[in-house]
Each structure stands twice: as C-alpha cells, then as structure tokens.
C-alpha cells in the first residue's frame, strides 16, 4: 500500500481520537472540576509528560530552527482557541466556524505550495460541509461569527490551516519533535490564561490526582497516540485534503455521543457520516483510478 494511503489512514484515525476529546472533559467535569479547569488539565498534564522528551531532545529541537518553533506555536493557538470556542459559543456553532478550514488550508496551499485548485478537490469540500451541516442540524444558514467564541473557532481553524501548510512546507522536521513541540506549547499558551482568569475556582489537587487513573490512559492511547499519527502523516499529504480528513471529527462526536449520551442517532446522522466519509475517499479513488489507467 502506498505511504499516501497510510498517511491519508492516519489522518481520518486522528480525526476520530479528536471526536472523543469531549468524554474526558465532561467526565473531569463531573467528577467537580469546572469547564474551564477541565480543559486546563486536559491539556496540562500531557504538556507535563512531554516536558522530559524536550530536554532530552533539545538539541534537535534546537536544529529544527524558528520554523519548527513556529509550528509548535501554531498547533498550541488551535488547541488553545479551539477549546476556548467550545467554552463560549455553541458547539454546533464552533465546530461549523472551525471546519471551515479546508478552505483556508486550500488558499493557503495554493499560496505558498503553488497546490493547484482542482474540481474533485472542490467536489470533496462541498460534500463534507453538506454532510457536517447536516449532521450538527444547521438549517439556518452559515453561522456567521457573532461572539468570541465563534471568533475563537475562526481563529483556531486558521491557525490549524496554518500548521497544516507549516508541516507541508517543512516536511523534513521530525514527527517525534512536532508532536513534542504541539504538547509544550499548548501548556505555554495556557499560563497566560490561568493569569486573565485567576485561579479562584481552581479544583484541590487532590481531586485532580484522583482522576489520572482513567486519565492517563486516555490520553496515552488516544490523545496522544492521535496527534503523533497526524504529525507523522500530515506532512505527506496535500493541505486540503486533510483538512477534509480530519472531519472524521465530527463523525466520531456523533457517533460516540450517541453510544454514552443517548444523543439522537438516526437516519440524518447516518446521511451525514455517509458524506462525510464520501469526501475524504473522493480524491483517493481518484489517485487508484489514474494509477490503474498508466498501469
């Protein structure tokens, strides 16, 4: 198989471990942690746990240069943003302004990558925003931003067609250090936050220890093991089509909040996943059926 469809594999899996992210949060929710510390620790304790592989790995952080740092800073304002939007605005609405991004990444691309603008690639997009507002019910119309938590999801969907277009760019940088690079800076970028918030309603740490034993695991086997394979593939593929990819996202969210929240889960849901899953195949038959016409 070739490394393309590997990659194009690890990408839509990645986009499936980022449709579960909401589990750990309401289940650190639950158990008395507030929204906005749920998110702190989400994001914290896998920045602590990669501290060590960035001392150990400085020296190649350091060869990596101001473009690694640059991708690093990046992924950490998508993380940061993206999860802010959630906080403030209506997740139905964040996650429309945030996957609005393969139309950036495809902008982008063809800025900085000279990637042309092709008709399936267009075909892809439609499909999977066809498919997205369908699943997320907006029958309204385009969400237009109206607070900061929809800006925030504008911000956070840039900032990932940013750091798609970075990795592209500059595929000769290591996964093992853009992965350590994405964890570092997210918990860089939250120290100014815990400062504009305060830390009045921060959890006992007690409390927070309490929760590592389901914690780590998640974040061992899923977070992070999602993001290493995005660092490793992303690099390998065209920006738009993994913006398209990663709308996996929304299909694992439906799918799993219909599993654990008795979410609805019909034939609207079903249509929409079909389309999306339609989108990200699009371009791959494509590619098999001009391999097979020069065979």
């Known amino acids: ?24 949060l309401r289940a650190l929710n639950m158990a008395g942690i507030d929204k906005f510390w749920a998110f702190v620790v989400f994001n914290a304790v896998p920045a602590l746990i990669v501290l060590p592989l960035l001392f150990w790995r400085w020296k190649y952080h350091r060869s990596g240069g101001r473009w690694l740092f640059a ?10 943003f993206y999860s802010l939007s959630v906080l403030h605005t209506e997740i ?37 925003f066809a498919g997205m507002m369908i699943i997320l019910r907006v029958e309204s119309g385009f969400p237009w931003p ?25 595929h000769e940088q290591k996964p093992i250090e853009t992965f350590t690079q994405n964890f570092v800076w997210t918990g860089v970028l939250l120290l100014p936050l815990i400062v504009l918030t305060g830390t009045s309603n921060a959890p006992p740490m007690a409390l927070v220890l309490a929760q590592l034993w389901w914690l780590l695991p998640f974040l061992f086997l899923v977070a992070m093991t999602g993001v290493y394979a995005s660092m490793w593939a992303v690099p390998k593929l065209n920006p738009a089509i ?32 079909c389309l999306i899953t339609l989108a990200a195949i699009l371009e791959s038959v494509r590619d098999l059926w001009r391999e097979r016409r020069l065979a």
């Open 1 to 24: 198989m070739r490394i393309e469809i590997w990659a194009k594999i690890a990408v839509a899996l990645s986009g499936v471990a980022w449709g579960l992210f909401w589990i750990p």
């Open 71 to 80: 991708i690093g800073i990046a992924l950490g304002v998508t993380q940061i």
């Open 92 to 128: 139905v609405r964040a996650m429309v302004l945030f996957y609005f991004n393969p139309v950036w990444t495809m902008v982008l691309a063809r800025v900085f990558l000279k990637e042309a603008f092709t008709p399936i690639r267009w075909a892809a997009i439609a499909t999977a």
């Open 146 to 170: 109206e607070n900061i938590g929809d800006w925030s999801a504008l911000v956070a969907g840039l900032a990932w067609a940013s750091s798609i277009v970075l990795l592209r760019f500059h």
């Open 242 to 273: 993994v913006g398209i990819l990663y709308m996996t996202e929304i299909s694992a969210g439906a799918i799993s909040a219909a599993i654990l929240s008795n979410e609805p889960f019909g034939p609207r849901e079903i249509a929409g996943i």
